[in-house]
């Protein structure tokens, strides 16, 4: 870890070297690392955006979850992106953050649902961000709609026309 002088001359290297500690593989290094970058809040969001197109999956996962404690609007197309993981986890966690981030979360979202409406896990993704959001009683009508068709028989195709439609409410 850097001394506080070193965070002080160059806070940069201090979060990078917290991200690389993000792949400590189970235990008190990846957790502690994670509580630093959520504690340094917004000044970490940069790096650790760039951090979630990592080759390891670990580190996807553990970015992810960083970024959604942090829930800085900013971080909405990056985990929006995450929708796509290849790894369950990520996806899971990056929906969970879009879903608690409001309107901007959901329209990121909904952007990803339009471009790979062909995917079964980024429907599936894109379900857990809307049915996160429609606890908000002014989500709920908006993305009902999309909620409903993706339950549908045909949701691939289905679920376009009332996205579309979310996403003109939602400027």
Excluded: F, Y
């Amino acid at each position: 870890m850097a001394t506080d002088t070193q965070t002080a001359d160059n806070p940069g290297a201090d979060i990078a070297h917290l991200i690389r500690a993000l792949s400590i593989p189970g235990g008190h290094g990846a957790h502690a690392a994670r509580q630093e970058l959520i504690g340094l809040g917004d000044a970490a969001v940069p790096e650790l955006v760039a951090a979630l197109s990592s080759d390891s999956t670990q580190v996807r996962w553990e970015v992810a979850k960083t970024l959604t404690e942090i829930r800085a609007p900013q971080t909405a197309p990056a985990l929006a992106n995450a929708l796509r993981d290849d790894d369950g986890g990520v996806r899971w966690l990056a929906a969970d953050g879009l879903g608690h981030m409001g309107p901007t979360g959901v329209k990121a979202a909904l952007e990803v649902l339009m471009a790979h409406s062909e995917s079964a896990s980024v429907r599936e993704a894109i379900h857990h961000v809307l049915s996160t959001a429609a606890k908000d009683r002014q989500l709920a009508p908006v993305v009902r709609p999309v909620l409903d068709a993706l339950d549908g028989q045909v949701a691939q195709i289905a679920c376009l026309a009332p996205a579309e439609a979310a996403l003109k409410q939602l400027g």
